[in-house]
């Protein structure tokens, strides 16, 4: 059986990872601190190990055996990494240098990155494709940027075979028929979660009514979580022995803040409370990505909508 070795493995996307690695017949371990993952997220098939990225002896350990990895521990926080730029360099980009070091001395040649949409920073073209320009504009993205080359130089260096999916906004949640695998980040960041959390007394922000979009507020790419770890998948089996790839993953298409608004209220059967603030600076109108690369290389496509990625986050939060 192959084992996958899953950095990250109790987070959001990497609990949901590891369940469809699993029922698709892989073997798994997964590593992961907990600093912001959740035990009891993990499959009780996997394999656990607590540890952290920076602990290089541990990740040596956990990782023999295994004939791949995916890659999805780190900090994600934007405004975090502004606050705590070295914090992000430390675990992002030194835990990322230390799996790649783990790697090399396992043998280990195959590797699947969690990357971001934020390597693009402010793009002045839409759809957004993988030649569009790389200029992040805050520590996170650099610190996926920086991977993203890490991995290019790897490839020269030690012939690995590896795969940057550049994620768009995520959302949505994966029912496995015992429980609900959903998002469970304090604090929440994400529109989603928030939209679904807004109340009289909380009302969702909405930063900008005035956009040149079709109804003033920013359009944003959102993707199933279930989706996205269906291209992961086909991006595992699509590994050559040798080379880097960068990918995007997105909707192809893209919703603006009123159209999500709207959408969940109507999985809810209530309309959500809203407050219209000024704009924030430095956000772009509409950030949507090309996924043809997608098509094309993984063969893959997204199914899900909107809706159902609100009513699954919905589901998933009671």
């Known amino acids: 059986m192959t084992r996958i070795f899953v950095t990250g493995g109790a987070g959001y996307i990497g609990a949901i990872a590891t369940h469809q690695l699993l029922e698709s017949g892989y073997d798994v371990t997964v590593f992961d601190d907990l600093s912001t993952g959740h035990r009891d997220a993990v499959d009780s098939r996997a394999q656990f190990v607590q540890a952290s990225l920076l602990d290089e002896d541990a990740l040596k350990k956990a990782i023999e055996g295994a004939h791949a990895v995916m890659h999805f521990a780190g900090k994600s926080l934007v405004g975090e990494s502004v606050e705590k ?3 992000y360099m430390k675990v992002n980009v030194e835990g990322s240098k230390n799996v790649l070091s783990a790697m090399r001395s396992a043998g280990v040649k195959k590797i699947v990155f969690s990357s971001s949409a934020a390597t693009y920073g402010e793009p002045t073209e839409s759809p957004i494709t993988e030649e569009s320009a790389t200029l992040p504009t805050n520590p ?5 940027l920086t991977v993203d080359i890490l991995l290019a ?3 020269i260096a030690d012939g690995f075979a590896s795969c940057s999916l550049r994620y768009f906004n995520v959302a949505g949640a994966l029912n496995t028929g015992k429980k609900w695998l959903g998002e469970r980040h304090d604090p929440e960041t994400h529109l989603i979660p928030r939209v679904l959390e807004a109340t009289e007394n909380n009302p969702l922000k909405i930063f900008g009514n005035d ?3 079709s109804d003033g507020t920013c359009i944003r790419d959102y993707i199933h979580v279930v989706d996205l770890i269906e291209a992961h998948l086909s ?5 050559d022995e040798k080379g880097h790839s960068i990918i995007n993953i997105g909707s192809g298409g893209g919703y603006s803040v009123n159209e999500v608004v ?5 999985v809810l059967g209530r309309e959500i409370p809203i407050r219209i603030d000024s704009r924030r600076a430095g956000d772009p109108a509409i950030l949507v990505a090309s996924i043809e ?10 199914t899900r909508n909107l809706e159902s990625m609100i009513r699954d986050s919905f589901q998933s939060s009671m």
């Open 85 to 87: 730029p070295d914090l």
């Open 140 to 144: 996170y993205g650099l610190s996926k």
């Open 153 to 155: 130089e790897s490839e």
């Open 211 to 213: 956009w040149p979009t």
């Open 235 to 239: 991006a595992l089996k699509n590994l």
């Open 262 to 266: 709207t959408t969940a209220g109507n």
């Open 293 to 302: 690369k997608a098509k094309k290389v993984l063969s893959w496509s997204p």
